[in-house]
């Protein structure tokens, strides 16, 4: 049990790490007015998308290894998993972004994806509390 909770927080790091990343890409695309700026931008963007989420799958399998193999309960884990679920709906909604921006199709300023990147900071936050705490 001890690997498999190593390798969840191997990829949830992982994971976030790009989540982190990818909203600062947009911040600067969104900034961006050369065309190889541009270009490379939505190259790192794309590439990024790709990597992290193969990672998100991993982190929820470990997950769901975790809690049902090892049956953790109580109402921190409900809230746990309710803000992983929004999570992943932000993971899912920057890969419609990246879509949006290799399609030339952005309409927000760098101003939006500051606050935008700001989302998974706050869920890290409320995570690790709710894990380590597990305050109900």
């Not at 990597?51 to 193999?69: D, H, K, Q, Y």
């Not at 992943?88 to 101003?111: E, M, P, W």
Request: positive net charge; glycine residues 6%.
């Amino acid at each position: 049990m001890l690997w498999l909770k190593a390798f969840h927080i191997v990829v949830v790091i992982s994971w976030f790490a790009g989540l982190f990343y990818l909203p600062r890409i947009f911040v600067n695309h969104a900034m961006a007015t050369e065309p190889a700026e541009i270009a490379r931008l939505k190259l790192m963007e794309y590439k990024l998308y790709r990597f992290v989420t193969p990672i998100s799958w991993m982190v929820l399998a470990s997950g769901l290894w975790l809690w049902f193999g090892f049956g953790f309960s109580g109402g921190w884990l409900h809230a746990k998993v309710t803000l992983v679920f929004f999570l992943f709906g932000y993971h899912y909604y920057c890969g419609k972004l990246v879509k949006q921006f290799a399609a030339d199709l952005n309409t927000r300023s760098h101003i939006f994806y500051r606050w935008f990147n700001e989302v998974p900071v706050l869920i890290l936050i409320a995570v690790v509390i709710l894990v380590t705490v597990k305050p109900f």
